[in-house]
């Protein structure tokens, strides 16, 4: 799977749209690009993911760059709970693939 | 949605013994889990891939008879930490991906549980 760079940390204010960032230049042409993320001392949840086109749920928006080199997680309107540990990971939709290598990730920290 | 259950979330054991985690999905059948371990400001470290009916595989640096997995059913799998030390206290996580619905949900994760050892 393809590595990730995230930057390690970022603020947003509560109510304005969050954008983070990932680089991800190795990405093959059969490899989706997940965004999880994780709450202090709960499990990762599922955000959204994407191959090459946008991507808008209840959630977040993904936008991917046309070379696929890059991608941005948007959440719209964020609230003092969006503050968490934002990973995005790289694989591919295999039957059984599910190793997610799980990078540092984004600490997003949404303020008041 | 999937849900991923995950028991105990916190357990306290003392050094030299044994616990188990359990890991099931509520709604789907799972033919894959995943256990990953998390230290404290850390990422996600994958253990190992547990798979339903067979031997689970075991990342690199992770001792396999340490760490029993079982995976007998395609709703189960568990984690068995055995002769437990203080070094073993971690946050361990389990994941599954939806048979049906993977297109959606990607791979759902358990809410972790909070191994102590004293």
């Known amino acids: 799977d393809a590595k990730t760079t995230q930057p390690p940390s970022m603020d947003c204010a509560e109510g304005r749209a969050a954008n983070l960032p990932c680089n991800h230049s190795?990405?093959?042409?059969?490899?989706?690009v997940y965004w999880y993320r994780q709450i202090h001392s709960q499990g990762p949840q599922y955000i959204i993911h994407g191959l090459k086109n946008n991507e808008t749920n209840e959630m977040a928006s993904l936008i991917i760059t046309e070379d696929r080199k890059s991608s941005t997680l948007i959440l719209p309107h964020a609230t003092l709970r969006d503050t968490a540990v934002y990973y995005c990971i790289v694989r591919r939709l295999d039957t059984n693939a599910g190793k997610s290598t799980f990078g540092d990730g984004t600490t997003l920290t949404v303020k008041p | 949605g999937a849900v991923v259950s995950q028991h105990p979330s916190r357990v306290i054991c003392k050094s030299g013994t044994s616990v188990k985690i359990e890991c099931r999905s509520l709604?789907?059948?799972?033919?894959?889990m995943f256990w990953y371990r998390q230290f404290p400001k850390q990422s996600l470290m994958l253990m190992a891939t547990?798979?339903?009916?067979?031997?689970?595989?075991?990342e690199q640096g992770v001792e396999k008879d340490k760490f029993l997995i079982n995976h007998a059913s395609l709703t189960l799998s568990t984690l068995t930490v055995t002769s437990a030390h203080p070094e073993d206290s971690s946050f361990y996580i389990c994941?599954?991906?939806?048979?049906?619905?993977?297109?959606?949900?990607?791979?759902?994760f358990g809410s972790g549980t909070r191994l102590t050892v004293v």
């Open positions: 547990s798979n339903e009916g067979s031997k689970a595989t075991y």
């Open positions: 994941s599954a991906r939806n048979k049906v619905s993977g297109k959606s949900y990607g791979y759902t």
């Open positions: 190795t990405i093959s042409g059969n490899e989706y």
């Open positions: 709604d789907f059948q799972a033919t894959t």
